[in-house]
Structures are given as C-alpha cells and as structure tokens.
C-alpha cells in the first residue's frame, strides 16, 4: 500500500496536465499501476478482517463508503470543475486519497496469526490461481470470476459512457453532467448495507442473479426511456440498486470458491478480472459508439447484453457456499 500510493497519486495528479493523447495515456497507465499496487492489498483485509459470514455486510460497509465518496467526487469535482478549472478535481482527489489511505496504515491492525490448522501455501502467480480453480472438479471458482469479468465490462463501459451521454445525447452542461451521473452513487449510499444483509440470508449467488436480470432489463429498456433528465436519474438510481445487489456479494462469492489460506491471492484474481473489464469495457464500448454514429445512447443495449451473458454464467455457479475442507483440495 504504502508502496503503490505515491505511484498513483503522481499519475492521477498529472493527468489534467497531459499534453498529448500520449501523455495522457502514460499518466493513466502509471495511475493504473499505482493503484493496482495497493487496492488489492485494501481491499484482501475484507478477507482477513472479517469471518465468512459477515463479508457480505462488512462489504456492504464498504461499499456504503464508496457511495458517499462517489457522491462527493461527482459533486464536488463538478462544482471544482466549474469554478476552479480542470485540474482542481484531480488534485483535490489527490489529497483526499493521502488521506484516506493514511487514516486506513494507520488505525488498521492486521491479524499475525494463519487459519487455525492451516499450513502456509506457497505463494502462486495469477496462471497458477486459475490453474488451480479451472483443475477443480467443481469450476465454480472460475465461473465466478468470468461473470465478473463480464459484469464489470457493462458497468466499466457504462460508467465511462455517462457524462459524454449526458452532454451529447441530452444536451447538459460539462460541469453539470457530472453532477447528474452522481445519481447512481447515490445508490450505492442507499442499497448496499441490505445488498450486504441479503446475502448470506437469502444466498449472494441468488441475489447478485437477481441484481444482474433487473440491470438486463432496466438498461435494455434504457435506451427508449431516457429522453430527459428526470428519466436519466430515475434509471441511474434503480440501476444503482441492483448494482449493489451485484457489487457487495461478488468479492465474498469469490473467497466462498477460493481458498481461505490464500485471501490476498484471491483478491487479486477478483481485481485481475475486474480490472481486466476497467480496460475492456470502455475500449469496446467505444468501439460500438464509433460505429453506431458517435450516439452514446447505444450504451446502454452493449451493458444490458454484457449483463446478460454473466447472469448466464452465473447459472454454471453451485447455489451452496463449499465447506472449508473442499476449499482447501
């Protein structure tokens, strides 16, 4: 963490400042790398911190935080935009990063001791993580992080979208646009601590199933619906709901399939996928905005269908958490 910090604060300060298409690609590349250093690690004490059961409401926790600190960015970096120019969000985010980060190397204490009767494993690649999963007799492992690869594709591909749809296809303000798209991180404030409650009650599997057909339908229907603002909130914040659905149990289901003496690997597979999606999504989806015409309006069809084939995937996922014993064959 301590490590990856400085690398992403360094890149994310430096992207408003980009001179070129090449620069800015430079900038997002070391930010990217930054965080893929310490988000990870954040993250894994999900895992080290907290029993399976109570992961699912400990990331609804999370995700709660997230919420608010969306909220903020949108607006704030909206209102910094507005008034103080370009680079004042990247900055201010910038601190707000330090400090955060800060308060978490701080105030958190990480456990020293293993699982009772685990022994040490030796520490695997990423190759040899999925290896493992794919030579399991039971794939669910696998299957799980396939559909978070694709669900992370729509949403990451979405999320990208939504300001330029805003300002291109409804006609609002830069400045303003951001602070519309804040709807779905109000959501994120709203839903994920009974997301989190949900899951181990009524079984994360099913209800990240449900949370992926209501955002098949909702965005599918997304593209006829939203034709001014009132309607672009209203779908921002249903789809945020059952994006919590989705987000709070996904990383929880991961560690379910996976191996409780190797949490930190795990997330990194989880983040391996999802990261993989950060680059994909948005790639292809404006790839599919370039052929259509530059209308970002088509967005919302290429996350329903994205969508969809992880809720397929998802029906290949064994509906039982396995026990600790058939985690660790």
Known sequence: IMLG???????FVLLPFAP???????????TNFGMALFRSPTVSWLGDLFLPDDRSKANGIINLMGGIGSL???????????????????IAGAILMVVALSVALWRVREPRELVEGADLEPVRSIGENLRLLAGRADRSGLYVLLGILLWFIAFNALEAALSSF????LGI???????YAASISLSFIL???PAGMLGPSVGRRKVIMIG?????LLLGLAYFLIQGVAAFIAVLVVAGMFWAMVNVNSL???????????IGAFTGLYYFSSQLAAVLGPTLGGVVVDLMGDQYRWMFPFSAFFMALALIVMMRVRSDRPSSAAQLN
Do not use: H, K, M, W
């Open 72 to 90: 903020l960015a949108f607006l704030g970096g909206g209102y910094l935009f507005n008034n103080y120019g370009r680079a004042a969000p990247f």
């Open 252 to 262: 929880p289901l991961v560690y379910d399939f996976g191996d409780e003496r190797q």
């Open 212 to 216: 992926l057909a209501g955002l098949t």
């Open 5 to 11: 910090l400085p690398i992403a604060v360094l890149g």
């Open 166 to 169: 805003a300002v291109f296809s």
């Open 20 to 30: 070129t298409a090449l620069a800015l690609a430079t900038f997002i590349l070391i």
């Open 173 to 179: 303000a830069p400045g303003s646009a951001s602070i």
């Open 191 to 193: 839903f994920p601590l």
